[in-house]
Nanobody, 124 residues
């Protein structure tokens, strides 16, 4: 049973930073951060493929967010810098066993196991 758990959300002013942590129990070789706001679909913002250390990012966060792996392959961080009000959302960690091609696509339709989410609020 694969189960991700997110920690580290909170409130910050525009231009600030937050670091989210995802800890996964069970085996997964694709860990992706998604976000969702009311009335909008779930957007895949960054994915990490521990084997090979690959990462992919949505254009909306490229250059501001960094997804990295902890000492354990089951711990993945999302460092968010230069936060903007439009980054306000519920952030979810999702884990799956996928090829890198599919993992890098960050599609919510893949067979992910989902965490409960953590709220990130950015005020202007």
């Amino acid at each position: 049973q694969v189960q991700p758990v997110e920690t580290g959300g909170g409130s910050v002013q525009a231009g600030g930073s937050l670091n989210l942590t995802c800890t996964v129990t069970g085996f997964a070789n694709c860990i992706t951060w998604f976000r969702q706001t009311p009335g909008k679909g779930r957007e895949g913002v960054a994915s990490r493929y521990p084997t090979g250390g690959y990462a992919s990012y949505a254009d909306s966060v490229k250059g501001r967010f960094t997804v990295s792996q902890g000492d354990s392959r089951n711990t993945v961080y999302l460092q968010m810098n230069d936060l903007r009000p439009e980054d306000t959302a519920m952030y979810y960690c999702a884990a799956a066993q996928l090829s890198w091609v599919r993992c890098s696509g960050r599609r919510k339709e893949e067979q992910y196991s989902w965490g409960q989410g953590t709220q990130v609020t950015v005020s202007s």
